[in-house]
């Protein structure tokens, strides 16, 4: 009992000393965004600040429009969350539910885009967008990305899992797929549902590329470009740097905060059978 308690309390403290060490530069950027420039400037720098000196993100409000850049991001990661949880939902329900000639065919040739780098798309995306007109809008920055193979995947092979008894006492009792798809589908499926949604956020709320290519104004910049913008200063101040980097990363932080118990039991269903 006792060499059982000392392997378990070992093997914590191993995961708490391997969860720091990950986590380190995480935190070594919250607290040097609290540090004046003096602080940071010395070798090797505190890990803490001598105080909580908001300045830098004074600073880095007034003097680059951070804010417009994660209003932006915001707005565009969101959009891109609804669409793709909408179109994945209704695709995967149909794969699922519906039965329909080369069903099977049709669903791994969807499938096989996912094999496809999406560096491959980007020339023919930009072209569209800009003969189109959308340069510089927010449905260039959309409308690319409102539908995804992994999404349709993912929630397909949660689906698949659910009782295929429970739909067909709703057939018996005139159940369309419509309704079957509001009532029953998606009141299931809100833990699968949470996790696409948390990952399609997270993944658009870092894209560098596609945002730096079709907007040219300040104001449809996104955060990833501030953050950049923000080392190409004139004096590369890190405090300031930091202080713009901790301000991007709060809204994901708080998106975690309120999603992880179902990210979490998104990422573990169907792992236990029974």
């Not at 308690?5 to 070992?10: A, Q």
């Not at 923000?230 to 405090?239: D, P």
Request: hydrophobic share 55%.
């Amino acid at each position: 009992m006792i060499a059982k308690r000392t392997t378990s309390l070992f093997t914590y403290l191993l995961l708490i000393v391997l969860a720091l060490v990950v986590l380190y530069p995480l935190i070594f950027a919250v607290f040097s965004s609290f540090m004046t420039e003096q602080e940071v400037s010395n070798f090797p720098p505190p890990l803490f600040p001598s105080s909580l000196y908001l300045g830098n993100f004074a600073e880095a409000v007034s003097g680059f429009p951070i804010v417009r850049f994660i209003l932006n991001s915001f707005i565009v990661s969101t959009a891109i969350m609804i669409c793709q949880v909408i179109t994945s939902s209704l695709a995967a329900y149909a794969f699922s539910f519906l039965k329909f000639k080369g069903k099977t065919l049709l669903f791994a040739l969807f499938l096989s885009t996912m094999m496809i780098p999406w560096e491959v798309t980007i020339i023919p995306n930009y072209l569209t967008i800009k003969d189109w007109g959308w340069m510089d809008s927010y449905q260039g920055l959309i409308v690319p990305f409102m539908a995804g193979a992994f999404g349709v995947f993912l929630l397909r092979q949660f689906f698949l899992q659910l009782p295929g008894e429970l739909f067909d006492a709703a057939k018996i009792d005139g159940c369309g797929h419509l309704r079957s798809y509001f009532s029953m589908v998606l009141p299931l499926s809100r833990s699968a549902i949470a996790t696409l949604a948390v990952y399609v956020f997270l993944t658009h709320w870092n894209h560098y590329l596609w945002p730096l290519l079709i907007t040219n104004k300040a104001s449809m910049r996104t955060v990833q470009i501030g953050v950049a913008m923000l080392q190409h200063a004139e004096v590369m101040s890190w405090n300031l740097i930091l202080a713009g980097v901790t301000l991007v990363l709060l809204p994901s932080f708080i998106l975690l905060a309120f999603g992880v118990k179902q990210l979490v039991r998104g990422i573990t269903a169907g792992a236990v059978k029974g």
